[in-house]
C-alpha cells in the first residue's frame, strides 16, 4: 500500500508493508523521502514520526545538494583545500623547478612548472596528502599497538571511493584512504584504531564495538564528524 503526504514542501512517500519497524531513507539524487512503515501502522502516526525526523530529513537532503554540487577542482587561487582539519587557500605559484607544497598560516602554496595539466596538479597534490598519512599513521600505530596487543605488519595509503579504511586481518595489513589527511586527526586515530581492532575481531559485531568502547569512547562522534566535514570543493571568500 503506498500513500504520500506532505510535510511543508517535503514530500514524503509512505509504502506500509509486512515489516515489524517503521524505517525512514532519502534517497539520492533529489533527496526524496520515503517510509517504510507496518502495515496497521495509522497515517498520523506516521506522520508524527516524519516530523519528529525532519531536522535529519533536512540534513540528509543538504548533504545530497552538496554532492551534486561538487565540482571537479580547477587549482585556482583561493580554492580551499583541507589539511588535518584546517582549511587553506590555495596559492598557486609557476615556477620552472621540482613541484613543491608548502602551508603557511591560511595559504597552501601549490608551486608547479607552467603549463602543467589540472590532472598533474592533482596527481602532486595527492601525493602529498599521502605522504602526509604516511607521516602520521606509524605514531598511531606505534601508540596503539601495546594498548591493544595487536601487530600491524603493513600500511597502505591510497584512493579509496567508498571506505575511510580496510584491514586485512590475514596479512595484518591496513589500508587507509588518502582523504583522510584532510581531516582532523582524530579522525584518522579512529580509522586506524578501527581497522586495527579488526585485527582482533574481524566483523562490525558485539564484541567489535565494546573494544570500540573501550579503545575510543567517543568514536561515534568522530565517525559522524568524518561523514560530516566537508572534503571536497568549497569556494571560500574572506
Ligand atoms: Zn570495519
Given at each position: 500500500m503506498v500513500t504520500h503526504f506532505d510535510l511543508g514542501d517535503i514530500a514524503v512517500d509512505v509504502v506500509q508493508k509486512d515489516i515489524k519497524n517503521i524505517h525512514l531513507s532519502v534517497y539520492p539524487p533529489a533527496g526524496k523521502v520515503r517510509i517504510s512503515a507496518p502495515l496497521r501502522m495509522d497515517i498520523d502516526t506516521i506522520r508524527?514520526?516524519?516530523i519528529t525526523k525532519?531536522?535529519?530529513?533536512?540534513?540528509?537532503?543538504?548533504?545530497?545538494?552538496?554532492?551534486?554540487?561538487?565540482?571537479?577542482?580547477?587549482?585556482?587561487?583561493?580554492?580551499?583545500?583541507?589539511?588535518?582539519?584546517n582549511?587553506?587557500?590555495?596559492?598557486?605559484?609557476?615556477k620552472?623547478?621540482?613541484?613543491e607544497i608548502e602551508l603557511k598560516h591560511?595559504?597552501?602554496?601549490?608551486?608547479?612548472?607552467p603549463a602543467t595539466s589540472d590532472g598533474r596538479k592533482q596527481e602532486i597534490l595527492e601525493a602529498w596528502y599521502r605522504e602526509q598519512l604516511k607521516e602520521a599513521v606509524p605514531l598511531f600505530i606505534a601508540k596503539w599497538e601495546p594498548l591493544m596487543g595487536v601487530k600491524?605488519?603493513?600500511?597502505?595509503?591510497?584512493r579509496m571511493k567508498t571506505k575511510w579504511g580496510s584491514c586485512s586481518p590475514h596479512?595484518?595489513?591496513?589500508?587507509?584512504?588518502?582523504?583522510?589527511?584532510?581531516?582532523?586527526?582524530e579522525c584518522l586515530e579512529y580509522i586506524v584504531v578501527h581497522e586495527m581492532t579488526h585485527l582482533l575481531e574481524p566483523t562490525h559485531n558485539s564484541r567489535f564495538i565494546i573494544f570500540m568502547d573501550q579503545f575510543i569512547p567517543k568514536w561515534r562522534f568522530y565517525k559522524e564528524e568524518?561523514?560530516?566535514l566537508p572534503v571536497r570543493h568549497e569556494n571560500w571568500d574572506y
Open positions: 508524527v514520526f516524519a525532519l531536522d535529519w530529513i533536512k540534513r540528509q537532503q543538504q548533504k545530497l545538494r552538496e554532492q551534486a554540487r561538487e565540482t571537479p577542482r580547477e587549482y585556482l587561487d583561493r580554492e580551499s583545500h583541507y589539511v588535518w582539519g582549511r587553506y587557500l590555495l596559492k598557486v605559484i609557476e620552472d623547478t621540482a613541484p591560511n595559504k597552501m602554496f601549490l608551486q608547479i612548472r600491524v605488519e603493513r600500511f597502505f595509503v591510497q596479512s595484518n595489513s591496513i589500508r587507509l584512504n588518502t582523504d583522510l589527511a584532510k581531516k582532523p586527526p568524518l561523514n560530516r
